[in-house]
């Protein structure tokens, strides 16, 4: 039942944010119009991914061959690889006001934070999985784009004038953290159906739908002014 309703609230909210992404993209500047298609494109992918992953894992209760982990894990990468481009333009965005010299200093304790996570993940962690398999390409390439993605959407929230930026922030942090504890059991080839941290993946995903919830309530008309995601 467990898996029936993590494959149903993931996907949903997956579908959700597409939908909201799409109805936003009008009501919005070019910038942020590549920002939102960005969004769009992540959301669309993680639909295939949590969907083949709850219905073979959590559902049909298959096991993590090379074959199943591919079919939930290539759609999974272009998500977070989607989702760090996306943030980067955020970030980007947010920072435009920022003088250079001290945005690198400001900015230091959350890249330090970053590689740290990438490291102790690597390295100090015990992998029953070789990092030259499949598998564990997939978990390293994982790990890179969730560093990235973490270093960019901390940076972001913290000069990002917009709730909207906050609560989506919340949102992607809380699914890379499930992802990691979920993951952690991956290289440790210890695959938990029903995973307790597939809830708090759901929450990370309703948290980023009521980001865009908020945007919508805060939109303005389209002859007017366009709707900005960061300012």
């Given at each position: 039942m467990a898996g029936y309703l993590a494959l149903v609230g993931?996907?949903?909210l997956d579908i959700v944010l597409v939908v909201m992404c799409f109805a936003m993209l009008k009501l919005t500047g070019r910038q942020n119009k590549k920002i939102l298609c960005l969004l769009l494109i992540s959301y669309l992918l993680a639909i295939l991914a949590d969907g083949i992953y709850n219905l073979t894992l959590n559902v049909l209760l298959m096991k993590n061959t090379v074959l199943?982990?591919?079919?939930?894990?290539?759609p999974f990468i272009g998500f977070l690889l989607f989702q760090a481009i996306a943030w980067f333009y955020i970030f980007k965005d947010s920072n435009k006001s920022a003088a250079p010299s001290k945005s690198l200093l400001f900015y230091f304790p959350y890249i330090f934070t970053a590689i740290l996570i990438f490291c102790v993940f690597m390295f100090a962690v015990h992998?029953?999985?070789?990092?030259t398999s499949t598998i564990g390409f997939y978990q390293i390439i994982d790990t890179v784009l969730e560093a990235i993605g973490f270093s960019?959407?901390?940076?972001s929230m913290i000069r990002a004038r917009t709730p909207f930026?906050?609560?989506?922030?919340?949102?992607y942090l809380t699914v890379?953290?499930?992802d990691f504890m979920i993951r952690y059991g991956v290289v440790n080839n210890i695959i938990i159906p029903d995973n307790t941290f597939e809830a708090t993946w759901v929450l990370g995903l309703l948290l980023s739908t009521a980001a865009f919830f908020l945007l919508s309530r805060n939109r303005t008309k389209p002859q007017k002014t366009s709707l900005s995601l960061t300012h």
């Open positions: 993931e996907m949903g199943v982990d591919s079919l939930y894990d290539i992998w029953q999985l070789r990092y960019f959407a901390t940076m930026v906050q609560l989506l922030g919340i949102g890379v953290a499930s």
